[in-house]
């Protein structure tokens, strides 16, 4: 199976530089993420993409909606695919980035998910999407956040947690796996 995974365009926590990891509060694509979903739709757009798979937040869905001008396919939300529930939501980036300095990888925020739960909720997602027999696919779309794509890149590399939380990923940037 074919995946590509796109972290979701710009939105306004972005250029705000605060973490948005709650569905309450709702925040959404800017005017260049609506461009930069746009363009990655069209370069999507011959790639035989048969659904997408989405987080729940806005800025996922409507990086979804705009690429899907292009693909013309079913939009499956997952909850699975949200954000990292780190417990700062509505903090800077800089306090967050403050708490990663410890070790996340064995502690949690007292709000907050672990990594080692968001690992195993994404490994559950994925191990769902290649064991299912109900509906095999050729070409996947999943549209998430950087935290949860690291998790899966790490995961799909075989890299341990540390060197997948040091992957970088720009805001729309198509990356692609074979599975």
Known sequence: MKL??????????????????????????????KN??????KKLANK????IFSSQFPR??????IVNRFLKVKIIKDKRLNEWAS?????????LNEYLKTDPFILKHK?????????KR?????NDLKNNKKQEYNSVLIVSHEQVLKMLIGYLKNLDDKKAMKIKIPNAK??????
Do not use: M, W
């Not at 930069?36 to 739709?41: C, E, L, T, W, Y």
């Not at 198509?174 to 599975?179: A, D, G, K, R, Y």
């Open 4 to 33: 590509y995974l796109i972290r979701h365009a710009q939105a306004e926590s972005n250029v705000k530089r605060i973490v948005n990891d709650s569905l309450k509060t709702k925040i959404h694509i800017t005017s260049l993420g």
């Open 36 to 41: 930069q979903a746009q363009f990655a739709g």
């Open 48 to 51: 035989k993409i048969e659904i």
């Open 60 to 65: 996922c869905q409507e990086t979804s909606k």
């Open 87 to 95: 417990g700062f939501d509505g903090k800077s980036y800089d306090e």
């Open 111 to 119: 709000k907050g998910e672990s990594i080692p739960k968001l690992k």
């Open 122 to 126: 994404i490994i559950s997602f994925i």
């Open 174 to 179: 198509i990356l692609s796996f074979e599975i």
